[in-house]
């Protein structure tokens, strides 16, 4: 298991010989995922001073907290303090990430797919995508279709992309007077309002509409239930086999975890919900995580959506050592173009 220490007071400063040193300690264990020495050091060309003083700044950055020895190595590996010092104040700023999402003519839900599976394969990490929350979603668009004499369909289609259908069965052949009727009833209440069940119960309580009428839409209604049920547990995720093999998790019980907590996605998802709050990446270090299955593992999380609104999230879950500033920048850069691309369907 990963050594831990509480998080950095805000007043620790450091020198910039132990600022180079702390930075060379946790990239070189992002390559290698082994404990970092002074020999190996005093062998790194961006160091130029003597083994003695590698020694003594080692030792006084374990003194912060930002440093640990692993068992009885010789050698240290950041603490999640070490990590998030060297995430807020050393990393370098504006990096890019190369990455190209194949978008352009998806539908929502399928270009959300397409994001998590990208990410994971660029990032060789845990990818997720959470659907936009239901309190985010408007109605777009409805249609009340004839099948059958006796068969209705009706579709929703919502401001996030989403779709759901319901096919109807009546005992007596549908009037068609009165399935055009619906359609533009439901459109003309209900288009660029909330999917809710109280917003929708109160836009169609219309007291001056006769028996016909309100049974038929009582009918249709189900399908606003479809989409409630539906946005509560949408996240996908891509990548577990990659994160779960290669020795990545120390132990049974820390891959045992993690799998309850994709099964339990309400929880993760609340998780990832934090992101939405951010200006731009949110980064959660261990420790730093609330929920214990991920206090093994680093996250990385940016919100989508339009400018004035973040819908959903980009994340991307990994070991402790990975490469944060690749990491950061390709997630942010997906959440950019997944932005873009929701910014363009609500265009149409």
């Known amino acids: 298991m990963a050594l831990r220490a509480a998080p950095v007071p805000s007043l620790v400063v450091l020198t910039e010989r132990q600022e180079l040193i702390l930075r060379r300690v946790v990239e070189t264990h992002q390559e290698t995922a082994q404990p970092v020495g002074s020999k190996t050091l005093a062998n790194d060309p961006a160091i130029d001073f003597g083994p003695s003083t590698i020694r003594n700044e080692l030792a006084a950055l374990e003194e912060f907290g930002l440093l640990a020895h692993p068992h009885t190595s010789a050698g240290r590996i950041p603490t999640d303090a070490g990590r998030r010092f060297y995430v807020d104040r050393l990393l370098p700023q504006g990096q890019r990430a190369e990455i190209e999402l194949p978008i352009v003519k998806s539908e929502v839900d399928q270009a959300?797919?397409?994001?998590?599976?990208?990410?994971?394969?660029?990032?060789?990490?845990l990818?997720?995508?959470?659907?936009?929350?239901?309190?985010a979603a408007t109605v777009r668009h409805v249609e009340v279709l004839t099948l059958q004499p006796h068969v209705a369909m009706v579709v929703v289609i919502t401001s996030t992309g989403s779709v759901a259908k319901r096919l109807i069965s009546f005992e007596q052949s549908i009037d068609s007077?009165?399935?055009?009727?619906?359609?533009?009833?439901?459109?003309?209440r209900l288009s660029g309002h909330e999917l809710g069940a109280r917003t929708v119960a109160a836009r169609l309580g219309d007291v001056?509409?006769?028996?016909?009428?309100?049974?038929?839409?009582?009918?249709l209604l189900p399908v606003f239930d479809?989409?409630?049920?539906?946005?509560?547990?949408?996240?996908?995720?891509?990548g577990a086999g990659r994160l779960l093999g290669g020795d990545r998790l120390d132990n049974l019980s820390e891959i045992n975890?993690?799998?309850s907590a994709l099964e339990r996605r309400v929880a993760l998802l609340g998780v990832l919900r934090v992101a939405l709050g951010e200006r731009d990446v949110l980064v959660r270090i261990g420790s730093e995580n609330e929920l214990p299955a991920l206090q093994s593992l680093a996250l990385v999380g940016a919100g989508y959506g339009p400018r004035a609104q973040k819908l959903g999230t980009v994340s991307v879950i990994g070991p402790l050592q990975m490469d944060y500033g690749a990491v950061i920048a390709t997630v942010r850069e997906a959440a950019w173009q997944l932005s873009r691309y929701i910014?363009?369907?609500?265009a149409a």
Do not use: C, H, K
């Open 343 to 346: 910014e363009d369907v609500d």
């Open 208 to 219: 001056s509409l006769g028996a016909s009428e309100r049974g038929f839409l009582e009918a």
């Open 127 to 135: 990818a997720i995508v959470s659907a936009p929350p239901l309190e």
């Open 226 to 238: 479809d989409l409630r049920s539906d946005s509560e547990v949408m996240l996908y995720v891509e």
């Open 177 to 188: 007077g009165l399935i055009t009727w619906a359609a533009e009833y439901l459109n003309e």
């Open 257 to 259: 975890e993690l799998l």
């Open 112 to 125: 959300m797919r397409v994001t998590s599976a990208t990410l994971a394969q660029v990032t060789n990490l």
